[in-house]
């Protein structure tokens, strides 16, 4: 039974499609970037962050982004954790545990009725519309290829199935404990609704199968 999923989005910039640790694309849109190599797309569901790979050649790759790479500070992400509940009380979505880091965010959501595709886009819509009504988004007034206001988001995230509960216990505490590893403080949301209390043995109805797998997936 599909308990949920452990999703991981990235700030504008954070991970490349043709990172040398490996990616979750399929392609390489940008002729600039595509100078530094193909995509390297790795179906692993271990994280790549610590791979051994070849960090001049990573950090060169970045120059030639459009805009320059996006760092979450404090006040945004205060922002983006209320989108993040505006999120979840408009679709009834559970979040079992989040962080927000500098750079990217983790998500451990209970199993739901829409798609993750959906979920995703939701999330982050609500976040991107808290940190521009706060006047704080990082990139205000700056616009992308197509001359469409630019989000601040990564365009393709990262997701794990949940499908037992050793391994969303797992993924709760890897989450809880990820701004420790940064050296930062423990993070305690509002929003998030604490496991064992979650009723987890009543999935929200048409929660979907799946395979524990991590997969990349078109914002």
Not at 49 to 61: E, Q
Not at 101 to 112: C, R, S, V, Y
């Amino acid at each position: 039974m599909l308990l949920g999923a452990h999703l991981i989005f990235s700030a504008y910039g954070f991970w490349l499609p043709n990172d040398p640790r490996g990616s979750w694309s399929d392609f390489v849109a940008s002729w600039e970037l595509l100078r530094f190599g193909k995509a390297t797309k790795v179906s692993t569901t271990r994280s790549v962050a610590w791979a051994p790979h070849d960090v001049a050649l990573r950090k060169a790759a970045k120059k030639s982004l459009l805009h320059s790479q996006v760092f979450f500070n404090g006040a945004q992400a205060l922002a983006i954790a209320k989108g993040f509940a505006q999120a979840a009380r408009e679709i009834d979505l559970r979040i079992h545990a989040c962080s927000i880091l500098p750079t990217h965010a983790h998500l451990i959501i209970g199993a739901h009725r829409a798609s993750y595709p959906s979920i995703t886009r939701r999330l982050k819509a609500c976040a991107t519309w808290f940190l521009r009504e706060k006047g704080i988004d990082p990139m205000q007034g700056r616009v992308d290829g197509e001359g469409a206001p630019q989000s601040p988001w990564g365009s393709k995230y990262w997701k794990v199935f949940i499908e037992n509960e050793r391994h969303l216990r797992h993924a709760i505490r890897y989450v809880e404990q990820n701004p420790l590893k940064e050296g930062k403080r423990e993070q305690h949301w509002s929003f998030v609704v604490p496991y064992p209390s979650a009723r987890l043995d009543a999935p929200h109805k048409g929660a979907a199968k799946g395979i524990r797998t991590m997969r990349s997936i078109d914002d």
